[in-house]
């Protein structure tokens, strides 16, 4: 999606939501976690700057393929003006890389695996840095005639609560399974890969099983907490000639 997909002048309305915050290239390794905000500030820079890379890339191989007069919604994963990011447990992403770390303690998965499980994504991006390509006079947004139209954060609850989780077993567990079943289509194969090819089939499975099983008994510990959504959405417009 960094690049041109379509032909010249050939979309009238484009629509992109929850894509551009993985990284088209992975930049460093991340050394003592899995996620962004375990990075050391040497990897960050190198995703910021990958991350900067890659929206201008978007935003101009997009803005080819819209027609004159087309228009080009995006609904961004970010952070907003309360440096908040998107978090769908206790403590943030932090819990996702906590209990790979716990499994490479306890002996079930390798150091090396471990490493291997990085997510190459990002998903702080700002307003500032969603405005950029259009205040930065880069010369092929002027060339394509593309402007900002509006741009706006919004804070969803994913999780609408209307059950008790506080007090009531079953509905702390229908919370936990629901919470996995958020993260699960996005994070199973960021597990799944990292593991060793030595491994066989059913052991890499059984393994990334009993990640999912160790996320959902901490969401069931933790049912106070009420996921939610960080997003940008910038909406652009081609100039008619």
Known sequence: MYKQCLPDNSIDLGISTLATHYLSKQVCQIKD?????EADDGEQTLIKEQAKS????FVTSRGRELKPG???????????DNDQTTAQFEKGQFSIGYI?????SEGIITQEEYLATNIHSYIGRTAED????????LPEIKELGLELVSIRSVKHYTLQQTFDVNKDTTDKLKYSERIVAMVYPWLHHVIYRGLSDSRTEDEKEMITDQYFRRMQTYAFEHTVFKPYLIATEVVM???ME
């Open 33 to 37: 976690g899995i996620y962004y905000d």
């Open 54 to 57: 890659d929206w201008r890339a």
């Open 70 to 80: 087309g228009f080009l919604i995006t609904f961004n994963a970010s952070s907003n």
């Open 100 to 104: 790979v770390s716990d499994m490479v």
């Open 130 to 137: 969603f405005k950029e390509p259009f205040t930065s006079d």
């Open 237 to 239: 417009k081609k100039k």
